[in-house]
Structures are given as structure tokens and as C-alpha cells.
């Protein structure tokens, strides 16, 4: 058998019209005679007749083409779909070179029977294949580019005058040309399986996150070597510009997809001749007209393409799919009302180079070779199958109508074409699609939705009456300014707005607006009007946009700019009420506005707009005024023409909507808009009511003028005349004038049932299920999740404790225990080896064994390392460097004597780097590390000697483990806790007074330079950092084991802060100049400030108000500086007269921030909301860390190697404390007995985030860790 009947082919008649040939009747008849148009199965092949009717202008005669056929083979290589096409020709006829998309198929189930509407009528259905009746439902393909849903009119009413009063799927719709026997359509219903697959995992490609549909019909549209139409003239139009491109309708029981492919080189022209001018091609989905309550209307328009033309151009070059060129859009779906759904994969294929065919393929790579660039498909020459007869039958032809364009009409009950479909259902299987405040009802057509009393909305989206409403989004796009050539970049700007639902003022803000075109925005104060008609103040018998359509609607509008014809387009997804209890919105700019020059203020008079109501549509136009006063005093009134419609989905099946007016009237007064070029924000707020068109009789009652005084989080109910009472919304109590909020779940603690938590929130509440639970089918129960656990992760393994083993994760929920280096036994108990065994050191050494390793050291008279001893010590780094420089010195009478300005390293009597280094002839002043290199921004001038750290004693790192340290438990009450080289100590507190008696080492870290000490009071935790190995540990002042926290990616971590509301900590890098936030274990470690640090070391948490505080000592310019807890709003609070601010405290009771500065020699303290500053104490000698408690002040000194309390109120020092080891005293804390008085948002169930929630005055922020791909995590904003 010849390997091409394993390929798949579709066959196609083509019927066009050509003036030069078949000028007769008789070659006509004798032509449809040879061309019958039949089912045929053939033993190898199925023969689809396909016809359609060209262009005509007025010749009588029709001619029947060539039958041809398309041979594609798909193959898997490389884990890529690989297609090939080849065309044959049995009349040997022109050979069209078109990219097999969706290539024909052999099976022999997939009947059908297509035939020709004339102007007139549909032609009933032609004869049937015998094997399978079909009843068929009539949708008309167009040669223009479309296919049509119901009758198309006359082309001179759309063509140009989009959106069309037909229903229409537009692949690239345009005024074609097709009858120059060139340009072809061709089309066939489909089932076999290889299109569906094909068309599967299309689909399932877009919408990665949605759950996989196989479809069980497609309709393939192919439109080949299109033209333009134009005016007959001279030549055979072979070099006209064509473009090719396929649309494919696949459908499945709930769903339908269109899939569009565009050819990228077949996209040779992207506008058409409309009536003497030009128009861009249209692309996108139309409903047509809808039957409203009175009148029809424009029904739902989605474009994919825009009036510009590079956006036809894009199609070839761009994707919602993952593959260049191929778009997928959702335009029906079940149980859900939603609109159109583009796919979500925007990233284009990564460029394909040539490939080789393998052994396997050498057949057919030898009739045909095929080159994959960019996501295309290339075919060079095409395959020749061996030639088949063609039976065909005669058909009816009715002539063109030049008032009404070509039609084909495909006869198909299995595919819903519809973008707008509704799927039946019940309220047994959809009640949980209902708002949890609504009533499912069943119709005898389906269900609907309807919230119950107390709430308005559309069932699916309920609101509590009179609660006040939030609105939180973003805004993208590119607007230019005035003739400006470049865009300003709107990239995820944040939108905020608030509405008081019982009096109709709306409230809204946008950040981060640059000032090139802040000013310039302030006339769109719409911009955030949406959300005035969603909520505006109702009139008797009139209903607000959300009362009608709910939270879930998409809002489109076109602003042109008079005179200068300026336009601009504003796109919101308005995506319904998120889990806090906001309306979520996406906007788009995209456009130009004319310039409003910078310190200008623009006003707008109030005004009124009509709203026009259909079957999900609401449509309003009108043009609005506004004044502009420029710096000099002068005005200028300026206009602009407004047009908007707004799409939703709404129940079709109950009563709710039958009885809403067509029109209604929404009035806007009392409009500002304001600029702030410092804060880079924009404001709108002005008051709406909706009401009627005829303005009627002004209403005198306080509930509709909003001059009530009842609660912003109460309802006004209007009695006779101009009384009226006051009612708390649902979720609040009071009298009305004063509603508190219902805690639900204090006072119903089952409310949400097992195994969830539950979130008060103002006006309600939410539950969520606890950690290993989710949400069940029906939205409410918790059930268990059985997801591997990572014991090794969680502690909960049972293996010896980290400084003797290890516990490795193997997949699943299992892991391994083994004994670290040092250490034997099964991984569960490991046991100390005694590594001291002869010849394991120097033998002039003595060898000691420790927990998991060992120590040599030399025996007195030797030096070295124990490995290696000698009588005479080995110089150091520092002594070499310090010798070879004295040794090319000249020799005086006193000795050696270096030239002057010769710089000479100072080495302690260990021969380790001074940590402070001077120059003897300059007298600056510099840190180094440990190995003699300067710390950058430390040197000081002449008579300053910087801080520096010590790196004294810092022993080499050890062979295997450091010995265990150990830990005191600290008794009851509220102590300090302070920091040396090697070991953390406390000093109990009795009222503010130290007790020094009793202060003793509570850890022992020998041979670490500890810097910054924290308190977590809620877990009676230390945590601390350190730089010999740097890292950040913790151990439980209860007594227990020291366990690291941080050990990768830190250079020198010094400052360190505990948010213990959030279950957070963070810190200062020195060297990475950065402050970092993690969560207590170590986890989601985040960078929250990366800019403009030089030497940070101090930080400090007020977490009740959401801030955080920090001190950068860097010499050229010092400064203490504040932002939100997640890294926002970042200001300088301090940055006159400091000289080395090392340490910061803030005081919750009285709201001081307080530091030490080395550099003038002062305690300090400011209020940060109000600026002020007053100095505490002068004469400080060389201050580090500091912590408050009460009237005190507690810092520590590194000249006095003491803690020296201040009575902050007198300005004293009131007592010292010098500890028994004498060395320097870095960080300071206070343990506090308990926890301090306050909350934040982050402090009951992280505050509903995923993962980091970061406290905000306001409220808080979600954020994600820096190492966040792949782990499901959502970031949210603060709140407004």
C-alpha cells in the first residue's frame, strides 16, 4: 500500500467566477454536470464538496474550478507537533500555498453537506451522506472574513460602520475580493480526532490554569490569498497583496472556542477601500442588535484588534496562545455568565532553527522539506499524491445579488457558535455559584440568582445596603501627552476608591503619576466615575449599577478631545467582590490626551449623563466642559465628547430585570480633582445619583438628597414627607447615627464550622480553613488535603538534634537521618567520636576532643596551629604586611623610619588587624576586616576616629563542628539583654532599676563577634546576629538548644528588629547595604529597601502602627529614615546635625524615637508624625546600642564597656553597669515580661496572605518572598 494512505485529506471544489473563460451557457451547464456535489467515501480517502459563491459584479456565466485536495501528516519530533502539507491538483490547476493548520481528515464518520444561500433565502438542506442524518442549523460564512450568526445585511452597513447589526465572529473582516481565481474560502465540519486533539491542546496551551477540555466538533474556516476589493483594471492580479489566515469554532457540552491562525507571511495588507477612503480591518466578536425593553440595541462588541493598523500586523506576530500567531478566545461558557475570555499566554515561541529529518522520515522528508521559524510553518514544494476520482453532482446556482454579500451557509446542530451562550442548570448542581447573601431560584428555563433583603446586587455579587464600599486595582497602558513622541507608562499603578453608599460621594486615588502627565489627566475625573454610577444614590424607582449588573462587568470608553481630536481609551475589568470584601478592577489607557501645563488646576462643572439599558449592555454618551486656570491667572474652557458602553452578564431566565427602566439619568455634581506632584498622586471625588431622564420633581427627602446624618455604615429609609430613619447595614448595630461592627465570630465561635478559622472583617466575615485543609465542592466544608509533608522542613522528624545529624528529604513524606561528620550511629541517636588519637597532631601539641571534632593546640614554648608547631611563631598577614614595609625604610638614629606619607598597618599582640587603622602623616581613620582590607564609607578626617568592629580572637574555622554553647534560663520579669564578643548577658529589671547583682551570662557563643540582640516576647525567643560566620540564630531564653535561623547569602548582618504581631524579623547587611525581611523560622526571605545605604546598621518595629525605623552612619551624610513594614512610603525623618547614629529605640507609650549618636555625643529623641526634636543628654562618649523601658533609656558605651541607664524625663544618667568581662558592648534589647499592648492586620491569621504579610498604618501588604517562583504565592497591596 502507498505510504500517502496514511495521511489525512480533505478535498475541496472551489467555485469562482473568471470574465475570460466560460462565456457561454452551454460550458456552464456542462461544467455543473461534471461537478455533482456528493458525500463520497472512497477506499482510501472521504471527499468533502465544498463550495462557495465569489464576488460578482454582473457577468452572467459561472465557472466551476479545479478540484484539489490537501495531504497533511502530522509527526511528534523532538517533543514538537510537526505538520506538513502538501497540495495536489488533478487538473493540474493553480497550486495554493496555504499553511496546513488544521489539516483534513480520512475518517469516515464526519459527514457533511454544505451548499449556497443566494440574497434571498437559505437553500434548504441537499441531499444527505446516507450513513448519518443530520438536522441542521444554518451559519453563514462570509468571504468578507466573517462568520455570521444570523442573516448578515447588506455590506454597505458595515463595512466601515462597525460594530454590524448581525451577530459576528470576525476572523479579519474587511472588504475582500475573492473572484479573481486566486484568492479562495474554503470550510468543513470536523470530528475526527486528529483536529480535535489538535484543537485540545491549543486550547488547553491558552488557559494553562484551567481545568483541561477536550472538544467533540470544530468547523475549519480557511481564507486563502484574500485581497482587497478594488476597481476592475489591467493584469491577473498575481502581485496584488493577499493575506491567508483560518478560523476554527471548536465546542464541546458547555464551552465553545474560537481559534484564529494567521499566516505571518500571508498577512500582506491590514485595511481595505470603504467608500472612496480606507478602513482598518476589524477583528473581534459582535453580538449585533439585542432586543431590549422597548427597542433593540448594540449588543456586546469585543474587539481583539484596534483601529491601528500595526495591531492587524501584531496578529501575525504576537499570541494569547504560546505559539506566534494563533489566538484562542472562550465565547461560551457553562455555568458561569461571563464574556468573551482571551487566552493567557502571551510569551512567543522561542526561535526554531532548521530541522533535520530523521532516518524514519526520509520518505517524505524526500517529496517534501519543511523549515519551522519563529512558530511558523514554510513549505517548499509541495508532495503530489497519487490523483483520485472525483464524483461529484449537480447543484442549484442562484445568482448574486449585488446588494447583499456572498454567503455560505454551513448546516451544523453540534457547533454553538454563539459568543453569548447560557447553559441550563439547576439550583440543586449551581447553588454555590450564588452569592452567600443571595437565594438560588429555579425557572423553567434555569435559575437564577437574587440577594436576599438587607442586600442589593445581581445574585451573584450581593452587597450589604447602606455598607460603604471599597474598589482596589491597577492601572496599565500608555497614554502620550500633547504632541509628545513618547508614551508615559502606566506599569501596575496602584487605584484605590471608597464610596459612602447613603449619601453617593465617591472617592478615588492613583499613584505613582508622574508629573509629565498628571496634570494633564485631571479632566478624566470618569476615570473612577464607574464606580459613582455602581454605587450612586438611588432616586424612588431607580437602581445604581451595581443594584443591576453586580460587581462583574467590563467597561469600554472612547474620549475624543475637541478640537484637536485627541483620543483616548479607557478599558476596566471590573472582576467582582474579592475575599476582603472590594470590588477588584484592571484598567487600561491606552491613547493621547491634549497637555495641561504643570501647577495648572483644572474644575468641572457638574453634569448629567444618560444611561441607556438593554440585554447586557448599558450604552451613555456626552460631552463635558471643563475649565483650566494656568499659573498666570488666566482660563481657558476646553471640552471633550465621552462614549462608553458597559458589558455584563445577566440572569435571562427570572423577573429581575424586566421591570428596569431603559433609561435612567445619572447626575454628577460637586466633582474635585486634585494633583499632588510632590506625593505623585491623583484624586477624584464627587457625588452621584441616578435618577430619572425627565429630572421630575426634586426630592426634598434627606435619604435622596444624602443630607441625612445617619452613619456611613448605616441605611436611610425615607417615610411620608421628609421623614426618615436611620437603620445599621447588615453586620453593624447601633441606632443608626452610631453603628459598631458585629464581631460574628466572637459571638458564633462555630460560625464557620471544623477545621476553619474564622476572619472578622467590618460588616462580616470570612472563614478559612486551617493549615492541611481546603474548601470542599460545596464552598464551606473543610476537608483534609493529604499533601506530602516535608518532615525535615516542619521538625517534626525524629532524627538527633542538628549539631549531631542531619535529616534529608527524599520525596513524598519520607526522609533519611544520618550523624554528621564527627559523630556515629543510625541518625536517630548519634554519638561523639574521640578523635584524639596519636599522630592526629603536632607532637609538640596536645589534642583535645569535642562535640563532632577536635582541637590541636601547641604546648607552651611552640606556636603555630597544633598541626604544625615550631619555637618561633610564624608571622601573621599583618605582621608581613607591616614588616615588609618597615624594611624598606631608611635607618636613623632612633631606627627604622618609614618615608613620610608611608601608611603603616597597626597589628595587635596577636598579630591579627588592628579593626581601626590611621594613617600617621594625614590622620585619617578607617575600619578594615579581618584581613586588613578597608570597609567602604568608614574613613574619617583628621581628629575622628570611626567605630569599628572587632575581629579580635576570631579563631580560624575549626575541623568539623564548633563545640555545643549552652543556655541559662532567665527568670520571671523583664530584663536587658546585651551583647560581647562571645556571649549574650542580662541584667534583671526591678521597676526600671538594674538589678547588677544578679546579671549573668545567658549564652555562651564562644569565638563570635555577636553585633544586634532582639526579644520575641511571644515565644521568649533571642535572636541575634553575628559575623565571624555571619548568620542569625535563635535560642529560647527558657532554656534550650541555640538553633540557626540564617546562614546563606549574609555578609554582615548587624541591626536586628522582631515584628512579633506579623511573626516577623528583620535586618540591616552592612555590606550588601540593603534591609531584608523573613519570617521567624528564616523562610520567605525578602529584600525590602536596596537603595540609597551605605553603612545601615541600627533598625527598629513599631509594629501596632505599621512602621519601621533605621539609621544609616555612612560619615558623608548620615541619616535616620522610616517606611511602612513593607519597604513603602520611604522617607528621611533625620538628616541635619548627626555625625555616627548607631543605635534607635522607639517607645510604643509615648511615641518617641530615640538614638544614640557616636559622632555628636547626644541622646535624642523626635515624634515622627510630628516632626518635632529635643535633645535627652549631651557627652556621650562612644554610644552603640540602645533600648527603652518606661522613663528610661538604656545604652551601651564602648569606651566605658558599660550599660548606662538615662531617666529620659530628667535628662540624667541614672545608673551604670560594667560587666565582669571587660570587652566591647554591642547591641541592647529589652525582654519584655509581656508583650506590649496593640495589634496590626497581620496579627490574626497572617492577615489572609499567602505568605509575608507586612503591617501598613492602614493595614497591610502581601508579599512574596525574593525566591518565590512556582509556590502559589498572591501579592496584595495595602489596603486604602
Known amino acids: 500500500m502507498n505510504s500517502i494512505t496514511s495521511l489525512c485529506t480533505s478535498f475541496y471544489v472551489s467555485v469562482f467566477r473568471k470574465h475570460t473563460l466560460f462565456n457561454n451557457g452551454g460550458h456552464l451547464a456542462e461544467s455543473l454536470l461534471d461537478m455533482e ?101 444554518h451559519r453563514h460564512i462570509n468571504t468578507n472574513g466573517f462568520v455570521a450568526t444570523a442573516e448578515p445585511t447588506s455590506e454597505s452597513t458595515y463595512l466601515g460602520n462597525m460594530p454590524p447589526n448581525f451577530g459576528m465572529i470576525a476572523a479579519l473582516q474587511g472588504d475582500l475580493d475573492t473572484s479573481d481565481g486566486v484568492g479562495k474560502v474554503f470550510f468543513r465540519q470536523d470530528s475526527s480526532p486528529d483536529v480535535l486533539t489538535r484543537a485540545a491542546q491549543y486550547i488547553n496551551g491558552a488557559f494553562p490554569e484551567d481545568a483541561e477540555v477536550n472538544p467533540t466538533n470544530a468547523v475549519v474556516v480557511t481564507w486563502v490569498n484574500v485581497a482587497t476589493h478594488e476597481p476592475p483594471s489591467r493584469g491577473d492580479g498575481i502581485d496584488k497583496k493577499r493575506n491567508t489566515f483560518q478560523l476554527v469554532i471548536a465546542s464541546l457540552e458547555t464551552a465553545s472556542y474560537a481559534i484564529v491562525l494567521y499566516a505571518r507571511d500571508g498577512m500582506q495588507f491590514s485595511s481595505t477601500p470603504v467608500q472612496g477612503g480606507s478602513a482598518v480591518m476589524h477583528a473581534g466578536f459582535s453580538k449585533g442588535l439585542v432586543q431590549g425593553f422597548r ?62 529529518p530523521t532516518e524514519g522520515d526520509e520518505e517524505e522528508a524526500d517529496a517534501r522539506r519543511t523549515v519551522y521559524t519563529n512558530g511558523q510553518i514554510k513549505q517548499e514544494p509541495p508532495y503530489e499524491p497519487e490523483r483520485v476520482q472525483i464524483e461529484v453532482h449537480p447543484i442549484q446556482y442562484q445568482p448574486h445579488h449585488p446588494g447583499n454579500p456572498e454567503v455560505l451557509v454551513v448546516d451544523d446542530t453540534d457547533i454553538n457558535v454563539d459568543v453569548f451562550s447560557y447553559n441550563l442548570g439547576t439550583c440543586a448542581n449551581s447553588r454555590n455559584k450564588c452569592s452567600q447573601f443571595a437565594d438560588c431560584k429555579d425557572h423553567s428555563s434555569g435559575y437564577c440568582c437574587n440577594c436576599r433583603p438587607g442586600f442589593y446586587g445581581n445574585g451573584i455579587q450581593c452587597v450589604a445596603e447602606g455598607k460603604p464600599q471599597r474598589m482596589n486595582g491597577k492601572v496599565y497602558g500608555k497614554v502620550y501627552v500633547g504632541d509628545s513622541a513618547s508614551p508615559v507608562e502606566f506599569t501596575s499603578n496602584d487605584l484605590h476608591s471608597y464610596v459612602v453608599v447613603n449619601d453617593g460621594r465617591s472617592y478615588v486615588a492613583i499613584s505613582d503619576i508622574p508629573n509629565t502627565i498628571g496634570p494633564s489627566l485631571l479632566p478624566l475625573s470618569a476615570l473612577g466615575g464607574v464606580i459613582g454610577w455602581a454605587f450612586a444614590l438611588e432616586q424612588p424607582g431607580f437602581r445604581n449599577g451595581f443594584s443591576i449588573i453586580g460587581g462583574e462587568f467590563t467597561r469600554q470608553a472612547e474620549v475624543t478631545f475637541l478640537p484637536g481630536n ?48 438593554s440585554n447586557n449592555l448599558i450604552t451613555s454618551s456626552s460631552t463635558r466642559n471643563y475649565e483650566v486656570s494656568l499659573l498666570d491667572g488666566s482660563t481657558s474652557t476646553r471640552t471633550y465628547q465621552w462614549r462608553q458602553t458597559i458589558t455584563f452578564q445577566s440572569c435571562q431566565h427570572g423577573e429581575s430585570l424586566r421591570d428596569m427602566k431603559p433609561t435612567q439619568m445619572l447626575s454628577v455634581d460637586q466633582v474635585f480633582v486634585l494633583y499632588n506632584a510632590d506625593h505623585e498622586l491623583i484624586r477624584f471625588a464627587m457625588s452621584n445619583k441616578i435618577g430619572d431622564i425627565n429630572g421630575g420633581q426634586p426630592e426634598e427627602n434627606p435619604c435622596f438628597t444624602g443630607r441625612h446624618g445617619c452613619d456611613t455604615n448605616a441605611v436611610c429609609r425615607p417615610g411620608e414627607g421628609n421623614q426618615f430613619t436611620c437603620e445599621c447595614a447588615a453586620g453593624f448595630n447601633g441606632d443608626g447615627r452610631t453603628c459598631y461592627d458585629i464581631d460574628e465570630c466572637r459571638e458564633n465561635p462555630q460560625i464557620c464550622g471544623f477545621h476553619a478559622i474564622c476572619n472578622n472583617q467590618p460588616g462580616t466575615f470570612r472563614c478559612e480553613c486551617v493549615d492541611g485543609y481546603r474548601f470542599g465542592n460545596d464552598g464551606q466544608t473543610c476537608t483534609e488535603v493529604n499533601q506530602p509533608v516535608d518532615a525535615c522542613e516542619e521538625g517534626t522528624h525524629n532524627c538527633d538534634i542538628p549539631e549531631r545529624a542531619q535529616c534529608s528529604y527524599t520525596g513524598g513524606s ?79 638614629p632612633r631606627g627604622p623610619r618609614p618615608p613620610v606619607g608611608q601608611y603603616i598597618p597597626s597589628c595587635d599582640e596577636n598579630g591579627v588587624y588592628e579593626p581601626t587603622q590611621c594613617h600617621g602623616s594625614t590622620g585619617q581613620c578607617w575600619c578594615v576586616d579581618r584581613n586588613g582590607q578597608e570597609i567602604p564609607g568608614t574613613r574619617s578626617g583628621p581628629g575622628s576616629r570611626p567605630m569599628c568592629i572587632d575581629h579580635v580572637g576570631v579563631a580560624p574555622p575549626p575541623v568539623g563542628p ?71 540564630s535563635k535560642a529560647s531564653i527558657q532554656g534550650g538548644e541555640p538553633t540557626a535561623v540564617i546562614r546563606s547569602d549574609l555578609d554582615s548582618p548587624e541591626g536586628i528588629a522582631i515584628d512579633h504581631l506579623g511573626r516577623t524579623m528583620f535586618w540591616t547587611d552592612s555590606v550588601k547595604d540593603h534591609i531584608e525581611v523573613a519570617s521567624l523560622d528564616g523562610s520567605q526571605r525578602r529584600v525590602i529597601i536596596n537603595s540609597d545605604l551605605v553603612n545601615p546598621r541600627a533598625i527598629i518595629t513599631d509594629p501596632p502602627n505599621g512602621n519601621l525605623y533605621w539609621a544609616d552612619w555612612n560619615r558623608d551624610a548620615p541619616k535616620i529614615e522610616t517606611s511602612y513594614m513593607d519597604g513603602s512610603n520611604r522617607r528621611v525623618l533625620v538628616k541635619d546635625d548627626l555625625g555616627l547614629p548607631n543605635g534607635l529605640t522607639y517607645d510604643s507609650q509615648s511615641s518617641l524615637l530615640c538614638w544614640a549618636d557616636a559622632g555628636t555625643h547626644k541622646l535624642e529623641c523626635t515624634h515622627p508624625g510630628h516632626g518635632d526634636r529635643r535633645k535627652v543628654l549631651e557627652g556621650l562618649q562612644y554610644p552603640f546600642g540602645i533600648t527603652s523601658y518606661g522613663k528610661n533609656i538604656y545604652y551601651t558605651d564602648w569606651r566605658r564597656d558599660a550599660v548606662v541607664a538615662v531617666d529620659r524625663h530628667s535628662g540624667k544618667e541614672s545608673d551604670e553597669f560594667q560587666p565582669q568581662k571587660r570587652t566591647k558592648i554591642y547591641g541592647i534589647a529589652t525582654a519584655y515580661a509581656q508583650c506590649p499592648s496593640g495589634q496590626n492586620y497581620c496579627a490574626v491569621n497572617n492577615g489572609g496572605c499567602t505568605h509575608l504579610c507586612l503591617a501598613t498604618p492602614n493595614g497591610r501588604s502581601c508579599k512574596c518572598p525574593n525566591n518565590a517562583v512556582g509556590v502559589g504565592c498572591v501579592e496584595r497591596d495595602s489596603g486604602y
Open 37 to 137: 456535489a456528493t458525500c463520497l467515501v472512497k477506499k482510501r480517502y472521504k471527499t468533502f464538496n465544498v463550495l462557495f459563491v465569489p464576488r460578482v459584479s454582473s457577468a452572467p456565466a459561472l465557472q466551476i474550478g479545479h478540484v484539489s485536495s490537501f495531504v497533511c501528516e502530522e509527526k511528534r519530533k523532538n517533543n514538537r507537533v510537526v505538520t506538513k502539507m502538501a497540495l495536489q491538483s488533478d487538473y493540474q490547476a493553480d497550486q495554493i500555498q496555504v499553511h496546513c493548520w488544521f489539516p483534513g481528515n480520512t475518517l469516515r464518520d464526519n459527514r457533511l453537506t454544505q451548499h449556497i444561500t443566494g440574497p434571498e433565502e437559505n437553500i434548504p438542506s441537499a441531499t444527505e451522506c446516507p450513513t448519518r442524518a443530520l438536522q441542521y442549523v
Open 295 to 356: 427597542v433593540s440595541s448594540q449588543g456586546r462588541y469585543y474587539r481583539t484588534a484596534t483601529d491601528d493598523e500595526d495591531s492587524i500586523t501584531d496578529l501575525a506576530e504576537k499570541t494569547n496562545s504560546g505559539l506566534r500567531g494563533l489566538w484562542v478566545y472562550e465565547i461560551g461558557t457553562s455555568p458561569y455568565f461571563t464574556n468573551v475570555a482571551p487566552g493567557e499566554v502571551t510569551d512567543l515561541p522561542t526561535e526554531a532553527t532548521p530541522q533535520a
Open 566 to 613: 485627541e483620543k483616548l481609551t479607557i478599558r476596566q475589568e471590573f472582576k467582582g467582590i474579592d475575599e476582603h470584601d472590594h470590588l477588584a478592577v484592571s484598567t487600561t489607557l491606552e491613547g493621547r490626551v491634549p497637555e495641561v501645563p504643570r501647577g495648572s488646576t483644572v474644575k468641572i462643572e457638574p453634569y448629567s449623563e444618560v444611561y441607556q439599558y
Open 814 to 892: 519520607s526522609y533519611i537521618c544520618s550523624c554528621l561528620p564527627g559523630f556515629i550511629g543510625d541518625g536517630r541517636v548519634c554519638q561523639d567520636i574521640d578523635e584524639c588519637q596519636p599522630g592526629r597532631c603536632h607532637q609538640d601539641a596536645v589534642c583535645y576532643n569535642t562535640q563532632g571534632s577536635f582541637t590541636c593546640q601547641c604546648r607552651p614554648g611552640s606556636h603555630g596551629d597544633g598541626f604544625s608547631c615550631s619555637p618561633e611563631r610564624t608571622k601573621t598577614r599583618c605582621e608581613t604586611h607591616r614588616d615588609s614595609l618597615q624594611g624598606a625604610t631608611e635607618f636613623g
Open 962 to 1032: 564548633t563545640p555545643r554553647p549552652s543556655v541559662q534560663p532567665l527568670p520571671q520579669g523583664t530584663h536587658l539583654l546585651f551583647t560581647q564578643s562571645g556571649r549574650i548577658d542580662y541584667i534583671p529589671l526591678e521597676g526600671y532599676d538594674m538589678k547588677k547583682d544578679d546579671a549573668k551570662a545567658v549564652l555562651h557563643l564562644p569565638e563570635k563577634v555577636i553585633i544586634g540582640v532582639a526579644y520575641d516576647c511571644v515565644e521568649k525567643m533571642v535572636y541575634w546576629t553575628e559575623i565571624t560566620s555571619p548568620s542569625i
